[in-house]
């Protein structure tokens, strides 16, 4: 699949994901609080790919601590198999975001 841009491609991988949803709420959020003028348009010239992974980075950081979390709490000895069912679901999740955040760091990385 031949993309026209690199976001073009990073948005077409996100999209996948529960992550994508927030993203586009921060990104509109951002929109309606920021300062610059509605008619300056960012181009990919002008998206800084070191910003971008290091972000990405702090992100996966970020949820490698929420499984170390739910790894701790299941460890737990009186824990009900349906609060073991939920700790999964979790982990899945959040494993899912971080291959995801991988994913576009491995894009970002091939540009």
Do not use: C, W
């Not at 586009?24 to 609080?33: E, I, T």
């Not at 999740?93 to 091939?110: K, P, V, W």
Request: avoid cysteine.
């Amino acid at each position: 699949m031949m993309f026209a841009t690199p976001t073009a491609m990073l948005e077409q991988t996100l999209k996948s994901s529960r992550l994508y949803s927030q993203m586009q709420k921060l990104h509109v959020d951002f929109h309606a609080k920021s300062s610059i003028g509605s008619d300056m348009a960012f181009t990919d010239d002008e998206i800084d790919p070191i910003k971008v992974r290091t972000g990405l980075f702090a992100l996966i950081t970020a949820r490698l601590e929420d499984v170390h979390e739910v790894g701790v709490k299941g460890q737990a000895t009186k824990i009900g198999n349906q609060n073991i069912g939920d700790l999964i679901v979790d982990l899945r999740s959040m494993l899912d975001e971080i291959d995801i955040q991988i994913d576009a760091i491995d894009l970002l990385h091939d540009l």
